[in-house]
């Protein structure tokens, strides 16, 4: 068949599916027919168990002569899946967790590269099952957790593969909650006649207010001392961990969907698993806060300085900007009497939430403090080594990585440095347009493009126009300037070779 890169089929999904609630296009069960040729069982049958067509992934369970299998194709870049994958490798075959390992094709290699992005299939555990929703069920979700953090340490991915890492990214991830508060007061002003922009405008200074305080504590903290530890002594962490991807087997907890894998402090997965129970509460309970945070601990064993991080994390204005921060696509379809009953629902949860973090502050003393050259000295970290398989040299042929003896992540690097340029010059056009801080503006309804992305809201306010003008305009003549200075470098260095 003709190669052809998989991308998200969202539209298609809603002009074709007839009612089917997994649709993948014909193209893409085309692929999957041609990976399962790489692999020596033979398929019985095969069913779509999930789809993200808004991102190109999908999950299959296929029934074969050798047992129940998931075939899994990976929307994100290869060289990200490669790091997952090779995670999911080492938990299983270096730590012995309980992981679904990953199935073997003809020629030895863990995927299949096919429409520019990775395919796997692994063991499908049978049978599975959540674990109930009470405190006992949190208590085996997060001895599970613990368990797979402790079990996560040392993982070094292949040479070929991308290094995503959190680890040094909690202050900008708290400072970029502080700006996004800034605009959703200036869309509520600006889309004021609508029903929840009231309430966002009434409850948003005291979020902000905490969102400030978070990062003043974090920066106050040891914070960037458990960062020098570097990646591989912290482990990974899910991402995505919660009832669904945690669920008791026969022997003991299973811990599935390892896609989104990344290096950081692997206590964050404790955190939004702890605020996300109690969301559902509905409150917030000292009891099971307690009883979670034991027996997470009982597994991965928490410091003084972690313990501090985790209430630091606590204390910041997690659901509401989780919830409120897509008001920023679409107001007029977000700001509705529904949102506004959502933020009243979330101001009574978080006020329940700061007297059990007065509680669990009290409990410091029962952790011991961390000792760093410990740490250092009883890591061994384990590098997961692949050979380049056929599938991948067959991406680099048809996107220019490299050539067919050598994935070169030189070249990957560039490809990914030319991106970021083109992303940060966007987000700079972007934001010379996004005049709320200043200037209140009425925008037209947004519209969704041929490719289901949202397309940017126009502006009416004229003099908004105007200015924006006056800055591209100031923007090219720095481009030229810039232009010119490295002509002039050029020159220099041919003079003086």
């Given at each position: 068949?003709?190669?052809?890169?998989?991308?998200?089929?969202?539209?298609?999904?809603?002009?074709?599916?007839?009612?089917?609630?997994?649709?993948?296009?014909?193209?893409?069960d085309?692929?999957?027919?041609?990976?399962?040729?790489h692999?020596?069982?033979?398929?019985?049958?095969?069913?779509?168990i999930?789809?993200?067509?808004?991102?190109?992934?999908?999950?299959w369970k296929?029934?074969?002569?050798?047992?129940?299998?998931?075939?899994?194709?990976?929307?994100r870049?290869p060289?990200?899946?490669?790091?997952?994958?090779?995670?999911?490798?080492?938990?299983?075959?270096?730590?012995?967790?309980n992981v679904?390992?990953?199935?073997?094709?003809?020629d030895?290699?863990?995927?299949?590269?096919?429409?520019?992005?990775?395919?796997f299939?692994?063991?499908?555990?049978?049978?599975?099952?959540?674990?109930?929703?009470?405190?006992?069920?949190?208590?085996?979700?997060?001895?599970?957790?613990?368990?797979?953090?402790?079990?996560?340490?040392?993982?070094?991915?292949?040479?070929?593969?991308?290094?995503p890492?959190?680890?040094?990214?909690?202050?900008?991830?708290?400072?970029?909650?502080?700006?996004?508060?800034?605009?959703?007061?200036?869309?509520?002003?600006?889309?004021?006649?609508?029903?929840?922009?009231?309430?966002?405008?009434?409850?948003?200074d005291?979020?902000?207010v905490?969102?400030?305080?978070?990062?003043?504590?974090?920066?106050?903290?040891?914070?960037?001392?458990?960062t020098?530890?570097?990646?591989?002594?912290?482990?990974?962490?899910?991402?995505?961990?919660?009832?669904?991807?945690?669920?008791?087997?026969?022997?003991?907890?299973?811990?599935i969907?390892?896609?989104?894998?990344a290096?950081?402090?692997?206590?964050?997965?404790?955190?939004?698993?702890?605020?996300?129970t109690?969301?559902?509460?509905?409150?917030?309970?000292?009891?099971w806060?307690r009883?979670?945070?034991?027996?997470?601990?009982?597994?991965?064993p928490?410091?003084?300085?972690v313990?501090?991080?985790?209430?630091?994390?606590?204390?910041?204005?997690?659901?509401?900007?989780?919830?409120?921060?897509e008001?920023?696509?679409?107001?007029?379809l977000?700001?509705?009497?529904?949102?506004?009953?959502?933020?009243?629902?979330?101001?009574?949860?978080?006020q329940?939430?700061w007297?059990?973090?007065e509680?669990?502050?009290?409990?410091?003393?029962?952790?011991?403090?961390?000792?760093?050259?410990?740490?250092?000295?009883?890591?061994?970290?384990?590098?997961?080594d692949?050979?380049?398989?056929?599938?991948?040299?067959?991406?680099?042929?048809?996107?220019?990585?490299?050539?067919?003896?050598?994935?070169?992540?030189?070249?990957?690097?560039?490809?990914k440095?030319?991106?970021?340029?083109?992303?940060?010059?966007?987000?700079?056009?972007?934001?010379?347009?996004?005049?709320?801080?200043?200037?209140?503006?009425?925008?037209?309804?947004?519209?969704v493009?041929?490719?289901?992305?949202?397309?940017?809201?126009?502006?009416e306010?004229?003099?908004?126009?105007?200015?924006?003008?006056?800055?591209d305009?100031?923007e090219?003549?720095?481009?030229?300037?810039?232009?010119?200075?490295?002509?002039?470098?050029?020159?220099?260095?041919?003079?003086?070779?």
């Amino acid at each position: 068949m003709e190669e052809k890169l998989i991308g998200p089929w969202l539209e298609e999904e809603l002009q074709n599916s007839n009612g089917n609630e997994f649709y993948i296009p014909t193209y893409i069960d085309q692929y999957a027919q041609e990976v399962l040729k790489h692999y020596s069982f033979s398929v019985k049958s095969m069913n779509v168990i999930t789809t993200k067509s808004d991102k190109g992934g999908c999950i299959w369970k296929l029934e074969t002569n050798s047992g129940p299998k998931s075939l899994k194709l990976l929307h994100r870049r290869p060289t990200r899946s490669l790091f997952s994958l090779g995670a999911q490798e080492y938990l299983v075959t270096v730590q012995r967790a309980n992981v679904p390992p990953i199935i073997k094709t003809k020629d030895g290699a863990n995927y299949v590269v096919a429409g520019g992005k990775c395919w796997f299939v692994a063991e499908w555990i049978e049978p599975l099952v959540p674990v109930t929703k009470d405190i006992e069920g949190a208590k085996h979700l997060c001895y599970a957790l613990g368990e797979f953090h402790r079990l996560s340490k040392g993982y070094v991915p292949p040479n070929q593969a991308e290094t995503p890492s959190r680890l040094y990214k909690w202050p900008r991830s708290y400072k970029k909650a502080i700006d996004k508060m800034d605009w959703f007061r200036n869309i509520a002003k600006a889309y004021g006649e609508m029903p929840a922009s009231a309430t966002l405008l009434e409850v948003v200074d005291q979020f902000e207010v905490q969102a400030r305080s978070g990062l003043a504590a974090l920066n106050q903290s040891s914070y960037y001392d458990l960062t020098t530890l570097g990646n591989e002594a912290w482990g990974l962490v899910h991402q995505d961990y919660g009832w669904s991807n945690g669920q008791m087997g026969e022997n003991g907890m299973w811990i599935i969907d390892l896609d989104g894998v990344a290096y950081d402090i692997p206590i964050r997965d404790l955190r939004k698993l702890i605020t996300g129970t109690m969301a559902d509460l509905y409150m917030w309970d000292e009891t099971w806060v307690r009883e979670m945070i034991k027996a997470y601990h009982e597994a991965n064993p928490i410091s003084q300085e972690v313990f501090e991080i985790l209430l630091i994390d606590l204390a910041m204005p997690n659901e509401f900007y989780k919830h409120i921060k897509e008001v920023v696509y679409e107001p007029e379809l977000f700001l509705t009497n529904e949102t506004a009953m959502l933020i009243k629902t979330i101001v009574d949860t978080d006020q329940s939430k700061w007297p059990v973090l007065e509680e669990l502050k009290k409990d410091i003393g029962q952790y011991d403090r961390l000792n760093i050259e410990q740490i250092q000295s009883g890591l061994v970290p384990v590098k997961i080594d692949w050979t380049v398989n056929e599938s991948m040299t067959n991406f680099e042929k048809i996107h220019g990585y490299g050539n067919e003896d050598n994935f070169d992540l030189a070249q990957v690097d560039e490809k990914k440095k030319d991106k970021k340029k083109k992303r940060k010059k966007d987000k700079t056009k972007k934001r010379k347009k996004d005049k709320f801080e200043k200037i209140e503006v009425k925008k037209d309804k947004s519209k969704v493009d041929k490719k289901g992305k949202r397309k940017k809201a126009k502006y009416e306010d004229t003099e908004v126009q105007k200015e924006i003008t006056i800055l591209d305009n100031h923007e090219n003549i720095e481009i030229k300037k810039k232009k010119k200075r490295k002509e002039k470098k050029k020159k220099e260095g041919k003079k003086k070779k």
